[in-house]
């Protein structure tokens, strides 16, 4: 991470990669939204691997991408909380803007990320699409054992205030504020691609179908045999890229 930014006054780290030439008129921009940490310092979830994918998205698909960290996670401030990282995503779409001219903004999210990235572009008209990998269509689980998960982002290191949250009931109750389902259908008729793994151990691909299901016109691509963390997975990411590709050629078609 090469570069900071700020959302209520908490300093979050991010990489921002731009492409070789930035297109003069019509210059797509991509916002990654990681997921929540696998095991203490990420694991296979770890954030450390998405600037090389926006410098992947920049250089093979002529993108200007931006990867960050949420509040909480490696070299960001603060501490995870539902909101926060929805607002922490918000903010890094406007860094993006900011930084460079973008005529169009999509987001991609990874697990939880893909739930916040749903949810940011049905409360933002200006976002052009989405592409959610191994999304949950809710946080009913997290909502049902609130103190389970606060135990567990203390022990994934995402909480690092002994003090924090300073009200428990309003932390937890930001678990029942994002539900993907609910903003696919909000979203549409906008671009959703949606990216799952059949044998999924942590999401099952039923949330995907039901995703994709509010929506109405998702695009579901479903991985044989793939299971949750498809951020490694290359037939994932070329489902990624090819859907990039797409996304910026009706961009540039439009101009």
Sequence with gaps: MDRRFSVD???LAAHLARPTQIHPTAQPG???AHGFPAEAGGGINSTRSFPELADRVATEAGWAALAFS???VAESEGDFSLGGWQRDLAGAVSHLRESVPCDG???VGFGTGGALAIAAAAADPSINGVCAVGVPADFQDWAQSPR???V???EMGVI???DYPESFDDWSAELLSVTAANAAEQLAPRNLMLIHGSDDEV???FDARAVADAHGEADLRVIAGAGHHLRHDPRAIAVLVGWLDRQRNALLGAD
Excluded: T
């Design 160 to 162: 690092r205030n002994d």
């Design 9 to 11: 006054g908490i300093e």
């Design 70 to 72: 949420s509040r909480g």
């Design 203 to 205: 999401v099952p691909v």
């Design 152 to 154: 567990l982002a203390r």
């Design 30 to 32: 991509l916002v990654i």
């Design 148 to 150: 389970k998960l606060l």
């Design 105 to 107: 903004v999509w987001i």
